[in-house]
């Protein structure tokens, strides 16, 4: 059962039954479902029968639309009036690595905003957008119109708006609790346009409880800051960006005793008032304060750090569950004694820098690590093999709470990832990146078949994972075989033949998104899939050898699918090839601002 | 353009048939070039399918990768071992076999690491352009780092959060401060005039004068003064 809103068929817009034994039936029913929290539960509740699809329907506080091509708010809006909380989500995720072309306009948020205009949410307290495009228009419309139960605005890898949008959502948004702004792209080229939107918070207590904005690359003025930030008693979370110096972090953190996550900034010092003498013992007692009370649990930032400085958050770790070093290229040196106290972490993010000693640093500590993000300093297939199989069978040996794991190297071994299986059983999500293309295990030659046929074999709770290196058709077939429970799969530069995709297709009956690229597949596998198209959210396929043939006859044959062919280089004439495949179920059918290189059969 | 499976078909000297399977790719599996890279040149197989042969016109590693994956993706090495195919050795073979080895081509979005995440590296090493700046009443002087900024607008705002409101500032509204610069000939000038990155490379130390003393580059000064905030 997917836990899609979006492949539900609309209510049936039906007069309510007048005689009141099923007046009283109805009522009964949105009583009680309004217990009905999982998102699962309630689409199988809503498919029993009319009354409670309607019962459901009326109920429904959370919906969460994770391809917004595939659902208008028009429609989403007649059948859940109730909404209070909306996930959108809209670009495919291989968009961020350059692979979609500019220009593609399929995640727009401006019908959203429309519909919020037109009070088509009245009782809207959350939205939630990921991968996006907003732009300053739908901001000012937004925040304009909102109901006044809005409450929390979660930006998410978005793009479109610039500091003047968020000015809005400052100024106009009382009441707002939560301002997330993470991993955005935000347009601030135009010198005369930026806004200092942390001044435009109006004046007076606010109930902000979270404001994020760590990717914002221009500096704001510290004074509005400070100023906003000692105004806001109920404030826990607070993510400032690389222009906040360590002093002025520390002025902050005088604000926000009960502080529960922090993004700290640059964790440099600069060059203003607040950083004039400052020495690591006062950042030390600043740490020390907040951790006497015991509230902080997650750092975050440390964009330019210095390393000196590194000392002063000793003090929390040991309270630390999440660390984000994911900015900080900490050697071993650095890392290694203090993640000798960080006994109660749970996530961690770091980068390869900290090389296999630190991984077993943290192997050794970290007993209760559940996600564990190692990502590479120098994103290149030439660069310099910091962590290897070493690190990771240590990781794997040591935490074997492990419950999602992103490994970047340059190198791999199948006995590593095996060990992996084999004591991280409860693991979800694998993730490994191999970042030389069709690398083998390099000491045995071997392709890395072996090595993730045991994750999918071993690993029963597995629902998402990205395979790398040389991978021949077999371990495709493992996938086919074993991984019963995946549901995001990611295939890169890896398979001999059309076998390897009808693998996956015929074998993992709860496959929902699928994202190939580089790979030997062509029409045959993708036509072995066509049973299981209607269950996925969407099909990615770019750089493999699909023809426009193959493509339409999937066209043809799923007339819900919205099949778009993208090509990404239009200046070459390939006539029967297909550049990018980007396939999904929608309610709404082909969209209508295509641009010139999207054709959709 | 090794790494795209083409380890499998390069021409080498060597045995034909038998060093080319995984063994062969264990040899160079730490992803630095092996022997057959010596040779360097480019080679570019003839797809089977549609896709048009390779164009020697091709330029921009990103077109060629693309089409050389597309020529990768069709090549039937369904067992691993090395083929003899026809290959077609384009117009980009480099000329000089004995340069020191570039970095292997890139693949578009390969590593899948998002862009705000690849500069890590890049800012740590970036070069430190320390100025001492000025503030006229300030007893003491100040230095800051002008790669930290990308605009004027960010300096402007440096300055006022280094300066802060200060006495000097409020007392006379048409005594606002005036930022200016000497620039390597050794030049008063007014900041904000010229390209950024010109500004950086030519500036030595600023300084923050009262709008009343900067005579000698009004009127000009006198002019930005009113238009600027």
Not at chain 1, 254 to 266: C, V
Not at chain 1, 509 to 533: Q, T, V
Not at chain 2, 108 to 123: D, I, T
Not at chain 2, 215 to 227: D, F, N, Q, S, V
Request: net charge negative; charged share 25%; glycine share 6%.
């Amino acid at each position: 059962m997917s836990e899609e809103d979006d492949d539900q068929p609309p209510a049936a817009k039906r007069p309510r039954a007048s005689p009141p034994p099923d007046q009283v039936l109805d009522n009964v029913l949105e009583t009680v479902l309004q217990f009905l929290d999982s998102a699962r539960d309630r689409c199988a509740a809503s498919l029993v029968c009319r009354s409670w699809h309607r019962a459901e329907s009326a109920t429904r506080v959370s919906v969460s639309v994770r391809n917004l091509l595939a659902a208008s708010p028009a429609r989403v809006a007649r059948r859940f009036p109730n909404a209070r909380h909306i996930l959108l989500k809209g670009r495919p995720r291989f968009a961020d690595f350059n692979l979609l072309p500019p220009g593609w306009a399929g995640a727009d948020f401006r019908p959203w905003a429309a519909a919020v205009a037109s009070s088509a949410f009245p009782a809207l307290a959350s939205f939630s957008l990921k991968r996006i495009t907003v732009t300053d228009h739908d901001l000012h419309l937004l925040s304009r119109s909102l109901p006044s139960s809005f409450r929390d605005l979660h930006l998410l890898l978005c793009d479109g708006f610039s500091s003047a949008g968020l000015a809005s959502i400052a100024s106009h948004c009382r009441g707002l609790r939560v301002l997330d702004v993470v991993d955005c792209e935000i347009n601030d080229d135009d010198d005369d346009a930026v806004v200092d939107w942390v001044a435009a918070f109006p004046p007076g207590p606010t109930d902000l409880e979270s404001l994020s904005f760590e990717c914002y690359a221009r500096p704001v003025s510290f004074a509005a800051l400070e100023a906003l930030v000692a105004r806001s008693p109920r404030l826990t979370r607070l993510g400032v960006n690389e222009h906040v110096s360590l002093g002025q972090l520390r002025r902050l953190m005088a604000h926000t005793p009960r502080l529960t996550h922090l993004g700290t900034g640059a964790f440099r010092l600069g060059d203003g008032p607040e950083d004039v003498g400052l020495d690591v013992e006062q950042m030390a007692s600043a740490f020390a304060s907040a951790a006497r009370n015991s509230t902080l649990v997650s750092l975050s930032g440390f964009r330019e750090f210095e390393p000196e400085y590194l000392p002063a958050i000793a003090a929390v770790s040991v309270n630390l569950t999440t660390l984000d070093f994911s900015y900080c290229p900490v050697t071993p040196d650095q890392f290694i004694p203090f993640v000798g106290q960080c006994h109660n972490l749970e996530t961690l993010y770091v980068l390869d820098s900290v090389r296999d000693e630190g991984l077993q640093a943290t192997a050794r500590t970290c007993k209760k690590l559940q996600v564990l993000h190692v990502l590479p300093l120098n994103a290149h297939e030439d660069a310099d093999e910091l962590v290897t199989e070493v690190g990771l069978t240590a990781i794997a040996e040591g935490c074997r709470e492990l419950r999602s794991t992103l490994f970047f190297c340059q190198s791999m071994t199948n006995a590593a990832v095996i060990a992996v299986s084999q004591n991280c059983i409860d693991l979800k999500v694998f993730r490994l990146c191999i970042m030389g293309r069709h690398q083998p295990d390099h000491v045995t030659g071997e392709p890395m078949d072996e090595g993730f046929g045991a994750i999918v074999r071993n690993c029963s709770k597995l629902t998402r994972l990205s395979t790398s290196g040389r991978l021949t058709d077999r371990a495709f077939e493992y996938i086919g075989k074993y991984a019963k429970s995946l549901r995001t799969l990611s295939v890169a530069f890896a398979g001999d033949s059309d076998l390897a995709l009808q693998h996956i297709l015929q074998g993992c009956s709860k496959l929902e998104k699928l994202e190939i690229r580089d790979c030997p597949f062509g029409d045959a596998g993708l036509l072995s899939g066509l049973h299981h198209f209607y269950n996925m959210r969407f099909l990615w396929m770019s750089g493999c050898n699909l023809t426009l043939q193959g493509c339409k006859e999937v066209a043809l044959i799923l007339p819900r699918l919205v099949v778009e062919l993208i090509n990404s280089h239009p200046e070459n004439e390939k006539t029967d090839a297909v550049d990018i495949l980007y396939m999904y179920r929608s309610l709404e059918g082909p969209r209508e601002d295509v641009p010139p290189f999207v054709k959709i059969l | 353009m090794a790494g795209l499976g083409f380890e499998e078909t390069e021409l080498r000297l060597g045995l034909p048939g038998g060093g080319g399977n995984d063994a062969g790719e264990a040899a160079r599996s730490s992803g630095k070039r092996g022997f057959a890279d010596t040779i360097d040149l480019k080679l570019k197989l003839q797809p089977a399918s549609a896709a048009p042969a390779a164009s020697s016109d091709d330029d921009g590693v990103e077109e060629e990768e693309k089409e050389a994956v597309a020529a990768a993706a069709v090549t039937p090495a369904g067992d691993g071992k090395m083929k003899s195919q026809s290959s077609v050795v384009t117009a980009q073979a480099q000329p000089d076999p004995d340069k020191p080895r570039a970095p292997k081509a890139q693949a578009v979005g390969w590593p899948p690491v998002r862009s705000f995440r690849k500069n890590v590296l890049a800012v740590k090493s970036e070069k430190v352009s320390l100025v001492k700046v000025s503030m006229d009443g300030a007893p003491y002087l100040r230095k800051i780092d002008l790669a930290m900024y990308k605009t004027y607008q960010d300096l402007s705002m440096a300055l006022h959060n280094m300066f802060g409101s200060s006495k000097i500032k409020d007392e006379n509204n048409d005594d606002e401060m005036v930022h200016t610069y000497e620039d390597k000939d050794g030049d008063w000038m007014l900041v904000g005039d010229v390209p950024w990155e010109m500004f950086v490379e030519s500036c030595k130390r600023l300084r923050m004068m009262k709008g009343s003393e900067a005579i000698g580059l009004a009127p000009r000064a006198m002019e930005k003064r009113k238009t600027r905030s």
